[in-house]
């Protein structure tokens, strides 16, 4: 497995519009940096979001999200988002997203992505990505 599609980086600087009255990035906002980045990986993979409704009819949700917090982001600091494949099966992609500043790791997200329809039921990865992509993502865990 090359691995080439596994993992992806993405930077974005920190807007005043990101912050809090501090200049510290608001919680919540680690959410949409994370998710800027699952697009540009999607994007960097040929699938951009128009394309995967228009084409395929098909949307990815985030179905479970875990937040480990580490140190704050600031005003101006320039922040890499790294999103690394860590399985994918049926409908499910699991993805670990880590956030740093040159300095510091600020946060950690676990984060499982639902391929769905536009009425939201589940869709198989095979029927959207190619086999050949999918033969160098890792297989996810089964859950119950």
Request: with cysteine; aromatic share 8%.
């Amino acid at each position: 497995m090359s691995g080439a599609h596994r993992k992806h980086s993405a930077t974005f600087r920190v807007y005043y519009e990101d912050t809090d009255a501090a200049g510290i990035v608001y919680h919540a906002n680690y959410l949409r940096f994370a998710e800027r980045a699952r697009t540009e990986m999607l994007r960097a993979w040929g699938f951009d979001h128009p394309t995967l409704e228009e084409r395929f009819g098909v949307h990815f949700a985030v179905r479970r999200c875990r937040i480990e917090f580490r140190s704050p982001a600031r005003l101006d600091d320039m922040l890499t988002v790294e999103s690394e494949v860590i399985g994918a099966y049926g409908a499910r992609l699991e993805l670990m997203q880590r956030i740093r500043t040159e300095a510091a790791a600020v946060a950690d997200l676990a984060i499982t992505l639902a391929l769905v329809d536009l009425r939201l039921r589940p869709v198989r990865l095979l029927r959207v990505l190619p086999g050949e992509l999918l033969a160098e993502l890792p297989p996810a865990p089964r859950r119950s």
